[in-house]
């Protein structure tokens, strides 16, 4: 064999770009294995984008982690599919449009709906290629061919599909309703787009008089504004305070009208004074009250969230927020405001665009969900889905028992339109999968449709099964659906996950996935979430330019312990790129020892104790990623495939063959290469799934291989290699070494300084046979001119240091390796340095002053100083303990 030389510094760039277009131009993303006479397969559906912008470091982890599934069951033989895709995002994206236009001095309104949706589209156009180049540049092995967009014709039809047939079964009605509206975006959002937060705010009491004159009563709320929308004044029927009063009338303040006293069992005894003002179409608790005592409905908001005719002249067209400040001076003018106080309260807030949402009363459409909603849970109940953590489910749960109607309606023009028309003949509503041309009852073609659109969550819902044909019983629905995994957040499990069980048990008649995995979030150094208002974000690509996407995806998948969240920076992904260069320069040297080698064919392979040891040790890393895959502990098949390459076969086995390397005899150097060949050719296999472009490269490279590692089998675990008596012995001469390098370590004997050692053993048997054949190597591994194994216990060992070992003891002579005086002198004076460090610093830490004013960091960093002296003293004293025995 000729040797192979690879560049002397690992640089992903040389091949990252390379190999990804070799992998997807010769379609090795797609589904190419036969299936299986049980069906089985492997698929799942990435958690789609929205085309609003790029890709952040939680969709790094999330396709990350998919990608090491995919790979790792592509390779397993399994007819494998991973379909990519994006959301139209509704708000989000139209809210981007929108603030273009408005730079450009322009409003949606004065395009049109047409135009604003031609702009629309290419900007998503302009963000999908910037996803999309992102994920490849990531390393994700999705199938192109199968990409999927929430808006395109497929979904398009699927959504139809399923507004109709949910209309059909009266699941989808229209209706008046209280929701939550967003005056900045003009649109209703459903409960779970609202964020709530505790906001500063006043509490204010104004007093209503009694219509009689017969005196007044108090009353506190926290938005003054809303009172024109009042209708009633409501006390708890069994407050004793107030039974007198039930049934009078009282003036509003700033209006001529009168409303009445009323009792209602929801009002609190210990809220403020205990009697509320009822104002139905802007509280959710007073559209309940309304709805039980039948009250007139006031409506004092526009869409656009100002004042509308509903209040006096003053107030119209003015922005709620403002004419809160504006009614409070009017009631305190007018002597109605008996007192403002601080208060700080919970306020909804747009999950977009982060304005003040408005209870507000309008017409929607609305999903029923308590029938789906309850065959979701059953599912789960019944073990059809499995939550990765466990604890998930019980968010899953709670939001399914607490489940009200869906509102999908949205005063958007993006997104999918409601397939509704209105005849402006007869009035008819006309609801049907394709448009119609005329009326359905009258023949006029005088019909108009309905404008509003869905919420983007309604598209979504269907992911699983739409991206695969659904309403049509394709070939890929049938092949694929059930899909096997959903790896997503925790933070859309009510948003997305559960929808998608409830939409498909409905349409499907099954789950969409067994098994759902949440990951943790991505937060930095301090913990804090990375977002954009913060400026703690990591871009991923910045990631793989720094350090290339292996580096990235396996320090992600490292990190990555179930139910936890990843604290990084940009520093922790040096973590990957030590793996990947200690790979490349292992390689490297493997691959230049090629020269004049003869590989030998494995079936003729001699293997010796260490041989069977590190096929052991390969076997166990195999079973060990295996059984990771399947409890989706990404982490632990990171780790075994980190401690088998790096510690095992760099550390141990490649060095325990350097002597066979460069034996004389060219039959051992022929077999010693060959063997290390074929492990490094099996580390790609075991590896790609985590390290997926490098071990492609290498796998390319080696003489022993063919083809491509993508689609080669992985590695599985034999019993024909499970070699336990000969791991049993080189962990035992594992022991002795490490034992002893220990001791070096402490007693910092230089590395170049080379020691005697005894090794006594307890009883003479496999292992100290085993031993007792090693000494050239127990040399090499811990730099010694001599190795005694002592199984009689006759040699002396007077002067030796022992090192206390498991069915053996070591003895090393130190007073060889340093001047035993000279290194007590040293340690004593590392003692009086420390102690005069300590001493400082214990004087800073009972400063009162210093404790009290400085910061935390500073004190932090004073108590460290303080724990690294008291060390540094204890281990000194301890050495010149052992010294002195000597």
Not at 1 to 30: C, H, Q
Not at 197 to 219: H, M, Q, R, V
Not at 762 to 769: A, E, G, L, N
Request: hydrophobic share 35%; with cysteine.
């Amino acid at each position: 064999m000729k040797a192979v030389e690879l560049k002397k510094a690992y640089d992903p760039k040389d091949f990252e770009d390379r190999i990804y277009a070799e992998w997807k131009n010769n379609g090795m993303f797609s589904p190419m294995a036969e299936d299986n006479e049980d069906g089985e397969h492997f698929s799942i559906v990435m958690p789609p984008p929205n085309v609003t912008g790029i890709l952040h470091m939680g969709h790094a982890l999330n396709n990350s982690l998919q990608d090491i599934l995919i790979r790792y069951y592509r390779m397993k033989g399994l007819p494998t599919l991973w379909v990519p895709g994006t959301d139209h995002a509704g708000i989000a994206t139209q809210h981007i449009v929108e603030k273009q236009l408005q730079e450009e001095g322009i409003r949606r309104q004065d395009l049109g709906r047409e135009k604003f949706l031609e702009r629309t589209w290419q900007v998503k156009e302009k963000h999908h290629d910037i996803i999309a180049h992102q994920l490849e540049k990531i390393g994700t092995s999705c199938d192109w061919e199968h990409e999927r967009f929430t808006m395109d014709e497929g979904l398009s039809k699927a959504v139809r599909e399923c507004f109709v047939t949910l209309y059909e079964k009266n699941l989808i009605y229209k209706g008046e309703y209280l929701v939550n509206y967003c005056p900045h975006c003009g649109t209703a959002l459903a409960d779970d787009e609202v964020d709530h937060s505790e906001e500063a705010g006043k509490l204010y009491d104004i007093l209503y008089p009694f219509s009689d004159g017969s005196g007044n009563i108090t009353i506190a709320t926290t938005r003054p504004e809303t009172m024109f929308g009042d209708i009633a004044v409501a006390v708890n029927p069994e407050d004793e305070r107030y039974k007198d009063l039930v049934g009078k009338w009282v003036n509003l303040p700033l209006t001529g009208r009168k409303i009445q006293i009323i009792t209602d069992s929801f009002v609190s005894l210990e809220f403020g004074t205990g009697m509320v003002k009822i104002t139905p179409a802007h509280d959710p608790n007073d559209w309940e009250c309304g709805k039980r005592h039948n009250l007139e409905i006031i409506n004092i908001l526009n869409s656009d969230g100002t004042l509308n005719d509903n209040c006096p002249e003053k107030y119209r067209n003015v922005p709620a927020y403002d004419a809160r400040a504006m009614v409070a001076a009017d009631l305190k003018e007018q002597g109605y405001l008996v007192k403002e106080v601080d208060y700080n309260h919970e306020v909804g807030h747009c999950y977009r665009c982060n304005t003040i949402v408005e209870p507000y009363l309008s017409e929607q459409w609305f999903v029923s969900m308590k029938s789906m909603a309850d065959k979701a849970l059953e599912a789960w109940q019944a073990g059809d889905v499995k939550f990765y953590p466990k604890k998930w489910e019980n968010t899953y749960s709670h939001w399914l028992t607490s489940i009200k109607d869906w509102c999908i309606s949205r005063q958007l023009w993006w997104g999918h339109r409601i397939p509704v028309w209105y005849c402006d003949a007869c009035g008819e509503m006309i609801v049907a999968r394709e448009d119609p041309s005329e009326c359905s009852k009258c023949g006029s073609k005088n019909i108009r449709q309905e404008t509003d659109v869905l919420d983007t969550w309604f598209s979504s819902w269907l992911w699983p099964f739409s991206t695969l044909g659904w309403p049509e019983k394709t070939v890929d629905f049938t092949r694929f659906f059930p899909t096997s995994t959903l790896v997503t957040g925790y933070d859309i499990i009510f948003f997305w996950v559960a929808r998608m069980i409830m939409a498909s048990l409905e349409f499907v008649g099954e789950v969409p996935f067994k098994d759902i995995y949440i990951t943790g979030l991505v937060r930095d150094k301090t913990g804090r979430k990375m977002s954009k208002s913060l400026g703690n974000g990591i871009d991923p690509i910045e990631v793989v330019n720094e350090y290339g996407s292996d580096a990235m995806k396996f320090t992600l998948s490292y990190m990555a312990t179930q139910g936890q969240d990843i604290m990084i920076d940009m520093d922790s992904f040096k973590f990957g790129s030590r793996f990947a260069n200690k790979i490349w320069n292992a390689t490297r040297f493997l691959l230049m020892n090629m020269e004049d080698r003869n590989l030998v064919d494995k079936k003729d392979f001699k293997l010796n104790v260490f041989d069977k040891w590190i096929y052991f040790r390969l076997n166990e890393a195999a079973r060990k990623v295996e059984e990771s895959m399947k409890s989706y502990r990404f982490n632990d098949g990171a780790s075994a495939i980190y401690d088998f390459f790096w510690n095992d076969f760099c550390d141990w086995y490649v060095e325990a063959s350097k002597p066979k390397m460069y034996s004389d005899d060219e039959t051992v150097k022929d077999q010693t290469i060959s063997i290390l060949l074929d492990l490094l050719a099996e580390s790609m296999r075991l590896m790609h799934p985590y390290i997926s472009f490098m071990s492609e490269e290498i796998y390319s490279k080696l003489p022993n291989t063919e083809g491509n590692v993508i689609n080669t089998s992985y590695p599985e675990w034999s019993e024909e290699r499970n070699f336990a008596a000969e791991n049993d012995l080189v962990l035992n001469l594992q022991e002795v070494i490490r034992g002893i390098r220990a001791l070096r370590g402490e007693l910092q004997i230089s590395p170049e300084k080379r020691i005697k050692c005894i090794i006594r053993v307890d009883i003479s048997d496999s292992k100290s046979d085993f031993l007792n054949n090693q000494t050239d190597l127990l040399k090499i591994f811990l730099n010694a001119n001599e190795i005694i194994i002592d199984i009689d216990k006759s040699s002396d060992i007077s002067g030796a240091v022992p090192v206390a070992g498991s069915g053996f003891e070591s003895f090393v002579f130190v007073k060889d390796a340093i001047d035993v005086e000279k290194e007590i002198a040293k340690l004593e004076n590392e003692i009086i340095k420390s102690e005069k460090n300590l001493n400082g610093t214990n004087k800073k830490l009972s400063n009162e002053k210093f404790m009290n004013n400085a910061k935390q960091e500073a004190i932090d960093k004073e108590l460290s100083k303080k724990a690294e002296f008291e060390e540094v003293i204890a281990k000194s004293n301890k050495h010149i303990a052992l010294l002195k025995t000597l």
